[in-house]
């Protein structure tokens, strides 16, 4: 395995400056914090002060499965942004209606933010009339989520993800203040996931933002008992939790699903969305889901597009690749599945000196 340490560079030299000309980043400048109307890609407003349809209506309120996309890196750790169009042309080939930018999955963790809104707006511009694009704007600062939220909206995506404060955790009435700053900014998913952020966000926090009129509904992890007790009260719901997500669509009347798997089985997580249950095609497909989520999130999925030849073997740090035991017990339960896996006709585990991990990007 190589460690690759590559000097910084500017995004212009990352993607083009060519490109950012056609419709990259152009910052929106404030003018006493207020912004002229805006309409983002559905035609929509999006500023809490003007007229809109309810959120139930919107049109990334009606897309039941958005992937977290997976983001594609060259040698050097920049944007493979050719395998990143390839990659979402087959999701909507196979039915995925909707698409995560840079959310944990798509590292926008480990992006900067001209990165991360470059990347949505490369997003919305060139799949934003065939895939509902969410991006991933959330923030622990409230000024820099407002501020990058902003910003999305500005280059073209429907909606935004929002996290709740992390690490420097807030209380109950500063999650309220924060959530209600970024939805003010256009229409927003907002995402519990305790187990990353360390603080669950408590339900009568989500009963009160669902009034919001640019609250579209919640991405929740804490399992299929919550889903259920928010679609009793009209809350929308997408599951965060791919092993779960089916029941919780059929059984607990979630939504819809924000799926790491479909990176590499589209077609058939489109199908578990889809208006009937379908336990065989779960059941088929639970080792391989499972074992996604052996190490944290993102380490094996992109481990497995590697071994599929979806994407380059390049991770960023700090991840690195799944070990070769792992690798081949992944190979293995891909080959058992490998007609959900478009494109690809078989996987190989790959050797360690196949993959490289740039610490310098």
């Not at 006493?32 to 809490?48: D, E, F, K, Q, Y």
């Not at 080939?93 to 930018?101: D, F, K, R, S």
């Not at 799949?127 to 969410?134: A, C, H, N, S, T």
Request: charged share 20%; net charge negative.
């Amino acid at each position: 395995m190589a460690y690759i340490c590559s000097p910084a560079r500017s995004l212009a030299a990352q993607v083009g400056s060519a490109q950012l000309s056609e419709g990259g980043i152009k910052p929106v400048r404030r003018t006493n914090g207020i912004l002229g109307p805006r309409r983002n890609r559905c035609g929509h407003a999006v500023s809490a002060s003007m007229t809109q349809e309810p959120a139930g209506t919107h049109c990334a309120g009606k897309a039941r499965t958005y992937v977290a996309a997976k983001t594609p890196f060259l040698e050097n750790g920049h944007f493979d942004l050719g395998a990143y169009e390839e990659h979402l042309a087959r999701m909507v080939q196979h039915g995925v209606e909707g698409v995560i930018v840079g959310g944990t999955t798509g590292e926008g963790h480990l992006m900067s933010w001209d990165e991360h809104l470059m990347l949505i707006a490369w997003t919305a511009r060139n799949f934003g009339d065939k895939l509902k694009v969410i991006g991933n704007t959330g923030s622990n600062s409230t000024r820099e989520a407002v501020h990058a939220t902003e910003q999305g909206f500005a280059v073209g995506m429907h909606a935004a993800l929002q996290i709740n404060p992390y690490y420097g955790k807030t209380s109950k009435e500063g999650l309220v203040k924060h959530f209600e700053a970024v939805l003010d900014e256009g229409p927003g998913m907002v995402y519990n996931v305790p187990g990353r952020t360390g603080q669950d966000i408590p339900d009568d926090v989500i009963i009160g933002l669902s009034k919001h009129p640019n609250f579209l509904g919640v991405k929740e992890c804490t399992g299929n008992s919550r889903i259920l007790s928010y679609a009793e009260r009209g809350i929308k719901c997408w599951s965060g939790n791919d092993d779960e997500c089916h029941e919780g669509r059929h059984k607990y009347r979630g939504f819809g699903v924000v799926s790491v798997a479909a990176n590499l089985m589209p077609g058939a997580w489109a199908r578990l969305m889809g208006p009937e249950p379908d336990y065989e095609l779960m059941a088929r497909l639970d080792p391989l889901t499972r074992w996604l989520f052996h190490e944290p999130n993102p380490i094996a999925i992109n481990t497995a597009m590697a071994m599929c030849g979806l994407c380059k073997p390049v991770f960023r740090a700090p991840y690195v690749p799944c070990s070769r035991e792992a690798r081949e017990e992944g190979a293995r339960l891909m080959n058992e599945v490998i007609e959900f896996i478009p494109g690809v006709e078989e996987v190989r585990p790959l050797e360690d000196e196949d993959f490289s991990v740039v610490t310098n990007f």
